[in-house]
């Protein structure tokens, strides 16, 4: 059985990217304020938080968050409080319970849910899907990508990332698996990783904006 069918992930809302017929007209903001963006991690004990981990990432970015969590010295949202309140709000994990992770679905709803203009794109080919990624990089929004560890053959050995930086080759994410909520990737290992068995699902990623 298809493993995707089976956890009944829904496409109807995964989107193609058409190339334009003409250069995309924009102003680029100042990217230096991704350097800043601050990764949240899963709280001790925890398993298949990446999504809720993502979501946070993305709405404290955008300065979307409740103000009776406690915070840090810098005025951040305390880690453990914060993802249990996303969990809480956002009702992620979903797939199979919360048993194998975030959808991409659920991951939309929650970023609508705080007003973020969200899209999936997924499906698409590689080259497409980073020129989507550099533009919203170049725009001063990070990125939700849905990477995929596992070899081929298993499908299910995946998690959110938070995409934040692409310099000279390397892809700069933040993860919530690891303590500093840091990785880098060479362009190449990242084209890998956005694949799946699935084609429908490959190069997924989650796009938001705020008015």
Request: with cysteine; aromatic share 8%; glycine share 8%.
């Amino acid at each position: 059985m298809n493993e995707y069918k089976r956890f009944e992930i829904d496409f109807s809302e995964a989107k193609s990217i058409s190339t334009p017929s003409s250069q995309i007209d924009f102003k680029p903001m100042d990217p230096s304020k991704l350097n800043l963006i601050w990764g949240f991690t899963a709280p001790k004990q925890s398993e298949k938080m990446s999504g809720p981990c993502a979501i946070g990432t993305i709405l404290h970015y955008h300065g979307i968050g409740w103000n009776h969590i406690p915070k840090d010295r810098q005025g951040r949202p305390l880690n453990d409080p914060f993802i249990e309140a996303i969990v809480r709000w956002s009702e992620t994990p979903d797939l199979l319970g919360g048993s194998m992770g975030t959808s991409p679905p659920m991951v939309l709803s929650a970023l609508r849910k705080a007003d973020l203009h969200a899209s999936w794109y997924a499906g698409n080919n590689v080259v497409d899907t980073l020129q989507i990624i550099q533009l919203e990089l170049l725009q001063g929004r990070p990125v939700m990508v849905l990477i995929n560890h596992g070899p081929v053959g298993h499908p299910l050995l995946l998690e959110w990332q938070v995409v934040y930086k692409l310099v000279e080759n390397t892809i700069h994410t933040k993860q919530s698996s690891n303590g500093k909520g840091d990785q880098s990737w060479s362009l190449l290992q990242f084209k890998d990783l956005l694949k799946m068995d699935q084609p429908e699902l490959s190069c997924s990623i989650v796009t938001a904006a705020k008015d």
